[in-house]
């Protein structure tokens, strides 16, 4: 089973900086199998990227996708306030499997 | 408006069953494959269970195989899923989600569930 690590754990930033949250996976993924959802309280998580590069429908473009093999990386160009949220990224593997890393917080500074 | 509707969720005692359906809106049911993604109090999202399209092809996390049963019924554009022998550990929200098939990931998620199983 592939284990997906997500750092850090906690990410403090005003609202125009930009955030990079980074998603190592144990073994090698494949980039088309590779997304990021965002969490807000309450809510169901909502998908950001998918093929590890790929914004999802409605995504705004400040938020990217990038990364190969076992390093992938969600950027968020310039922070808004409604970006505070938790962040996680989630793998398909050859054994049929999805796995969720365990997130990032991304909170306000 | 494409949407996904859980609904069964409840409190039940260690070893009881429950049965959890999704109704889904606004799309065509019959050509999307469907997961369980589930997410503890405070902690975060686990992959449950995984069916085609046809319903023919269905895969489980570990942590449930044997105890629950993910199926579908397309003529009524629904998706279930049969919990039993029920563990304190399985308290969580419940959540479907739309498979987006090829590249994988889930681009609809319903609101979720909450199952608490306690005695």
């Known amino acids: 089973e592939i284990v997906l690590t997500q750092s850090p754990g906690t990410l403090s930033l005003s609202p125009g900086e930009r955030a990079t949250l980074s998603c190592r996976a144990s073994?090698?993924?494949?980039?088309?199998?590779l997304a990021w959802y965002q969490q807000k309280p309450g809510q169901a998580p909502r998908l950001l990227i998918y093929?590890?590069?790929s914004r999802a429908t409605g995504i705004p473009d400040r938020f990217s996708g990038s990364g190969s093999g076992t390093d992938f990386t969600l950027t968020i160009s310039r922070l808004e306030p409604e970006d505070f949220a938790v962040y996680y990224c989630?793998?398909?593997?050859?054994?049929?499997?999805?796995?969720f890393g365990q997130g990032t917080k991304l909170e306000i500074k | 408006e494409v949407q996904l509707v859980e609904s069964g969720g409840g409190l039940v005692q260690p070893g009881g069953s429950l049965r959890l359906s999704c109704a889904a809106s606004?799309?065509?049911?019959?050509?999307?494959?469907m997961n369980w993604v589930r997410q503890a109090p405070g902690k975060g999202l686990e992959w449950v269970s995984y069916i085609s399209s046809s319903g023919s092809t269905i895969y489980y996390a570990d942590s449930v195989k044997g105890r629950f049963t993910i199926s579908r019924d397309n003529a009524k554009n629904s998706l279930y899923l049969q919990m039993n022998s029920l563990r304190a550990e399985d308290t969580a929200v419940y959540y479907c989600?739309?498979?987006?098939?090829?590249?994988?990931?889930?681009?609809?998620w319903g609101q979720g569930t909450m199952v608490t199983v306690s005695s």
């Open positions: 093929g590890a590069s």
């Open positions: 606004g799309f065509t049911f019959s050509s999307y494959e």
């Open positions: 989630q793998q398909y593997g050859s054994s049929h499997m999805y796995t």
């Open positions: 989600a739309r498979d987006l098939g090829e590249p994988r990931a889930f681009d609809i």
């Open positions: 073994q090698s993924v494949s980039s088309s199998y």
